[in-house]
């Protein structure tokens, strides 16, 4: 990573301070109201930690902001072998695993990077929506120093540490960033975790930083003997957006969602203060830290999360063709609260009959049941699979870990496509009797449908908690606790080689993909904000509930009077100018 020295900073500064901001349209509008010396002073306390904010595609390009450069053709190879690994985005301040929110994607104004094609050097290469300065935090002090400044200037702030944000929410045209990235102190474990404050112990606990990844806390968790409940995408960072939106798991029917097992986290506030947060001390803004969402409330540092024994786990992996995909949504849907009760969770990817013999994924994972009780819950599902001579593996695995490691670890590795989704969470009632289950199957065919030129994917998730996982006081949507799927429908394209209004013509199209299963659960739904439509209606009620939402306004009022942290869609958000390089609205005919 180049990094810059604080004579370095001030230079940078000077030089477009004193620069027409016609040239600089972009970078100027992000930065440039705080004077240089209040930077080279920011630079100085986080021991110059503090660097330009730049696209990972610019060594490619002959030109940044309206100036000439000479392409790094070293680093743009790097840059060109690695356009589509998510890992390596990741990794990538200026990265983002959708690439399309590292651009400003209601002018096209950017620096894209094509996961498929290779970078025109004389293309025109601006800031985009990349913050023009960032914080590559590594103390507790990083945080608080990057949040004082911005309370300072009373400017808006975002927090990035994997870029894996399908909403955009770790991006935007805005001064500063904190990355938290890096932020990965020794991870340890407590077989008898008592919170700050309280009295009794919880049992085992893994504390761990914000910038571990969910493959190392799986890789550490494991040599210890250990389970936790986290997602299926090892470059995720889950004390972030993760847990703060509310976290959900394959094992989240038997363990409950991410914000059922967190017993404490250490935060920043957006005033600078750091504070714990637990039942015991702090216990408004334990709730808001789970399921408030991210860059809203404070900057996660440490997390501590509850650990379960390492046991058998049965998995079941089917291939059902494509051509068969509305028995198969059928059969699902049929069976889908027995199996829910049961503790079956997983991920499923119906896909339409374009390619009739090429296989939906179904792979399922449940830790309570026994290899007898699984093949007997599951023997609708595995005489349908035999009768179409279709791919079927049940076995018994020694662990979790083991699961991750053969059926669930790298199927989501490609990143820096375009990609837009919206997900709703489908109540039980919904799956209740032939008539429901009829017209269930049948929205859930509509939504995998291709539309207006743009190609669906559906993903059914079976990640809800069971009935007997007890929400201890979080806020995500009560919806959570009596759905039985979570469902997603999403499309992609390559960002770089697309204008304008096709980019915000596949957020309406995504956006009216899910109508029919919107209406279907209008009374008891809600929807996952981590993983929403981008112009999600009335997202105050979808991703909180009423109650939930008038409590997090408060807590919100009181954390953060200047506005420092919000994010689109989340608490506190207007739609300002912090948020000028998100899809317009109107031109994605959203409706």
């Known amino acids: 990573m180049y990094a810059p020295n604080t004579y370095q900073v001030f230079a940078l500064l000077v030089a477009v301070t004193y620069t027409s901001a016609s040239q600089y349209p972009i970078f100027f509008s992000h930065a440039l109201f705080i004077p240089p010396e209040e930077w080279v002073a920011l630079n100085r306390s986080v021991e110059g930690r503090l660097y330009p904010g730049q696209p990972v595609g610019l060594p490619c390009y002959n030109n940044f902001n309206g100036q000439n450069r000479t392409v790094d053709l070293a680093a743009c190879n790097i840059v060109e072998k690695n356009k589509h690994n998510a890992e390596f985005w990741t990794t990538q301040m200026g990265g983002y695993t959708q690439g399309n929110w590292g651009v400003c994607q209601r002018t096209g104004a950017g620096c894209p990077t094509s996961p498929l094609t290779n970078i025109n050097p004389n293309a025109n290469c601006t800031q985009g929506a990349i913050p023009s300065f960032f914080i590559d935090v590594r103390k507790v002090s990083d945080a608080q120093a990057g949040l004082v400044f911005a309370n300072k200037f009373k400017a808006p702030v975002v927090v990035k540490a994997s870029g894996h944000d399908y909403m955009g929410r770790s991006s935007g045209p805005v001064p500063l960033a904190l990355w938290m990235h890096n932020y990965t102190p020794r991870m340890a474990v407590n077989q008898s975790f008592v919170p700050?404050?309280?009295?009794?112990?919880?049992?085992n606990v893994i504390t761990f930083g914000s910038g571990t990844s969910f493959n190392d806390l799986?890789?550490?968790?494991?040599?210890?003997?250990?389970?936790?409940?986290?997602?299926?995408?090892?470059?995720?960072?889950?004390?972030?957006?993760?847990?703060?939106?509310?976290?959900?798991?394959?094992?989240?029917?038997?363990?409950?969602?991410?914000?059922?097992?967190?017993?404490?986290?250490?935060?920043?506030?957006?005033?600078?203060?750091?504070?714990?947060?637990?039942?015991?001390?702090?216990?408004?803004?334990?709730?808001?830290?789970?399921?408030?969402?991210?860059?809203?409330?404070?900057?996660?540092?440490?997390?501590?999360?509850?650990?379960?024994?390492?046991?058998?786990?049965?998995?079941?992996?089917?291939?059902?063709?494509?051509?068969?995909?509305?028995?198969?949504?059928?059969?699902?849907?049929?069976?889908a609260n027995q199996w829910h009760k049961e503790g079956w969770g997983g991920y499923i990817y119906p896909r339409r009959p374009t390619k009739p013999l090429e296989p939906i994924p179904v792979i399922l994972v449940n830790p309570r049941l026994n290899a007898i009780e699984a093949r007997v819950s599951l023997a609708p599902l595995i005489k349908f699979a035999n009768s179409l001579h279709a791919r079927t593996i049940?076995?018994?695995?020694?662990?979790?870990?083991?699961?991750?490691?053969?059926?669930?670890?790298?199927?989501?590795?490609?990143?820096?496509?375009?990609?837009?989704?919206?997900?709703?969470?489908?109540?039980?009632?919904?799956?209740?009797?032939?008539?429901?289950?009829?017209?269930?199957?049948?929205?859930?065919?509509?939504?995998?449908?291709?539309?207006?030129?743009?190609?669906?994917?559906?993903?059914?998730?079976?990640?809800?908690?069971?009935?007997?996982?007890?929400?201890?006081?979080?806020?995500?949507?009560?919806?959570?606790?009596?759905?039985?799927?979570?469902?997603?429908?999403?499309?992609?394209?390559?960002?770089?080689?697309?204008?304008?209004?096709?980019?915000?013509?596949?957020?309406?199209?995504?956006?009216?993909?899910?109508?029919?299963?919107?209406?279907?659960?209008?009374?008891?739904?809600?929807?996952?904000?981590?993983?929403?439509?981008?112009?999600?209606?009335?997202?105050?009620?979808?991703?909180?509930?009423?109650?939930?939402?008038?409590?997090?306004?408060?807590?919100?009022?009181?954390?953060?009077?200047?506005?420092?942290?919000?994010?689109?869609?989340?608490?506190?958000y207007n739609a300002g100018d912090r948020f000028r390089c998100y899809p317009d609205f109107s031109s994605a005919q959203v409706s």
Not at 196 to 203: A, H, L, R, V
Not at 486 to 510: L, P
């Open 196 to 203: 700050d404050g309280c009295k009794d112990p919880i049992g």
């Open 218 to 335: 799986y890789e550490f968790a494991n040599k210890n003997g250990l389970t936790v409940a986290g997602g299926s995408s090892e470059t995720v960072r889950p004390g972030g957006g993760w847990i703060t939106g509310g976290g959900h798991s394959s094992l989240s029917p038997v363990y409950g969602l991410g914000v059922d097992n967190v017993k404490q986290i250490k935060v920043v506030l957006p005033d600078g203060t750091y504070v714990t947060a637990n039942r015991c001390q702090n216990p408004d803004l334990f709730f808001a830290l789970r399921g408030g969402g991210g860059g809203t409330f404070g900057v996660n540092m440490e997390i501590s999360m509850l650990a379960y024994d390492n046991t058998e786990v049965q998995v079941a992996e089917f291939g059902i063709p494509t051509a068969n995909m509305a028995q198969l949504l059928r059969l699902l849907v049929a069976n």
């Open 394 to 572: 049940i076995e018994t695995r020694g662990s979790f870990y083991e699961i991750y490691e053969l059926y669930i670890k790298g199927r989501q590795n490609s990143g820096n496509f375009g990609l837009s989704m919206a997900s709703r969470l489908v109540p039980s009632e919904n799956f209740d009797g032939p008539e429901n289950q009829g017209k269930l199957v049948d929205a859930l065919i509509d939504a995998a449908s291709d539309r207006e030129g743009y190609q669906m994917m559906l993903m059914l998730l079976l990640v809800t908690p069971n009935a007997t996982i007890v929400d201890e006081n979080s806020s995500v949507t009560p919806a959570w606790r009596t759905s039985t799927w979570h469902i997603i429908t999403a499309t992609t394209w390559d960002f770089a080689n697309a204008n304008v209004t096709y980019a915000q013509g596949a957020f309406g199209a995504v956006h009216r993909s899910i109508k029919k299963i919107r209406d279907l659960t209008e009374r008891n739904g809600g929807a996952y904000l981590n993983e929403a439509d981008t112009f999600e209606d009335g997202s105050a009620t979808e991703f909180w509930g009423r109650l939930n939402y008038e409590h997090l306004k408060a807590i919100k009022q009181k954390v953060d009077p200047n506005d420092v942290m919000f994010v689109h869609k989340g608490i506190g």
